[in-house]
């Protein structure tokens, strides 16, 4: 999170509540994509997070927050279920 946090165009895309694109298949046949940001923290300062679920690692949250000069970056792995991870994570990155 901390290395794609540098790209200016990353930050923009994930700090969007909704993104869409077109993009243009091999015979040149454009296709309209738009994603939701499902980042329940996605805020002014909770500003970038990848989430995920595997067998072995649980639910899993990477988050990004920014506040003036200060930056957090937190991992939460195998957190308890998929909807507190949020919760988990806010309570880390802000203690």
Sequence with gaps: MTYAMKYNMIC???NKSTHSCVVYT????PRNYQWENTNKLLNNFFVAAKTGITPSAGPCLVSCFKFGDYEATG???DSKNEFI???EMATILLW
């Design 26 to 29: 091999w015979d040149l046949f």
């Design 85 to 87: 991870r949020w919760k």
């Design 75 to 77: 991992c939460l792995i």
């Design 12 to 14: 923009e895309v994930m």
